[in-house]
């Protein structure tokens, strides 16, 4: 499947790592239903020794979301139908159990901030900047965000968004939570790539507890929370892996905390 991506987007190993590139930029990668059913195919179908994706972008923005050109025709079922289909594919790249990283840069707009915070982690140039500009368009947002944005950076600083259309800037999306690292214009990839390096050294058991099972536990009651938590401790304590890598510090063979 990877080899009939649509001219949208493409996808490229380096090593352990997978970049997914947005390559659509004369519409600032704007996210056509094609390219949305193809992110979901994708996410379905990842090489099975991948250790992390990057998702990057061709020219200055990442993404400025839904493509406008097609929601017009819409009846009102049909645009269920069409933001059912946008969670599903979103909700693959949230799923993943390989790590996520999106390198975001200008425009991340809409469906872009929807595509980014489906990521595990963000990093962020000086570039970018952050819109819901559902509100001004006369709609709603319907790719996910009113339950991944508000978990970032709350329902109330969402709500300015969405009815002022404020625009975040880089710095603002740093210290609002919207970006894990905020770094000099032009690499934010770089960085990402860097960090995809280190995120896929991680056992494959901690990769996947922390991608599968952290979110559900952090929204979970706390009582729920701490049994999923002593499970997935548990599985991840007793695989090979795991053992290893204890009995590697204990010899002195492995990094200590503060130089991990
Ligand atoms: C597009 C789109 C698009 C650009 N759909 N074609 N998203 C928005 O409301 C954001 C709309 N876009 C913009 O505000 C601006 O394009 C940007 C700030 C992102 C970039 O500005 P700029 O000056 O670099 O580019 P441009 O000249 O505005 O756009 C270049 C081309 O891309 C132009 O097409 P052209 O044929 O005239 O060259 C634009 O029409 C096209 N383009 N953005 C279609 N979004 C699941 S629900 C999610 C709901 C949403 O995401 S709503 C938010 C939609």
Same mark, same amino acid.
């Given at each position: ?28 990668? %704007? ?6 059913? !193809?992110? /979901?195919?994708? @996410?379905?179908? $990842? #090489?099975?020794?991948?250790?992390? +994706? ?61 595509? %980014? ?6 990093? !962020?140039? /000086?570039?970018? @900047?952050?819109? $819901? #500009?559902?509100?001004?368009?006369? +709609? ?121």
């Amino acid at each position: 499947m990877r080899d009939e991506l649509p001219a949208s987007l493409r996808f490229e190993r380096r090593d352990a790592i997978g970049v997914l590139t947005l390559a659509r930029a004369a519409k600032r990668n %704007a996210l056509d239903d094609e390219t949305v059913l !193809a992110l /979901g195919r994708l @996410f379905t179908d $990842l #090489p099975s020794d991948l250790g992390a +994706i990057v998702i990057d972008a061709e020219g200055d923005h990442f993404c400025a979301g839904l493509d406008l050109g097609s929601l017009a025709e819409h009846s009102t079922f049909e645009g269920i139908q069409h933001s059912r289909m946008w969670h599903r594919s979103m909700g693959l790249i949230e799923d993943s159990p390989v790590p996520v990283i999106a390198a975001l840069k200008g425009a991340v707009v809409g469906g872009g901030l929807e595509l %980014a915070t489906a990521a595990h982690l963000r990093v !962020a140039d /000086g570039t970018a @900047f952050y819109v $819901l #500009p559902e509100g001004q368009r006369g +709609i709603f947002v319907g790719g996910g965000a009113s339950v991944r944005v508000p978990r970032l950076i709350g329902f109330s600083r969402m709500m300015d968004m969405m009815l002022t259309g404020r625009k975040l800037t880089a710095r603002e999306g740093q210290d609002v939570g919207l970006s894990h690292y905020l770094v000099d214009t032009g690499s934010a990839a770089r960085k990402a790539l860097d960090l995809a390096a280190k995120v896929a050294r991680n056992s494959p058991a901690t990769n996947f507890a922390v991608t599968q099972a952290l979110p559900r536990i952090a929204e979970s009651n706390p009582r729920d929370g701490y049994l999923m938590e002593s499970l997935m401790a548990a599985i991840a304590q007793g695989t090979d892996e795991a053992k290893a890598r204890m009995a590697d510090f204990v010899a002195g063979r492995a990094a200590k905390a503060d130089s991990l």
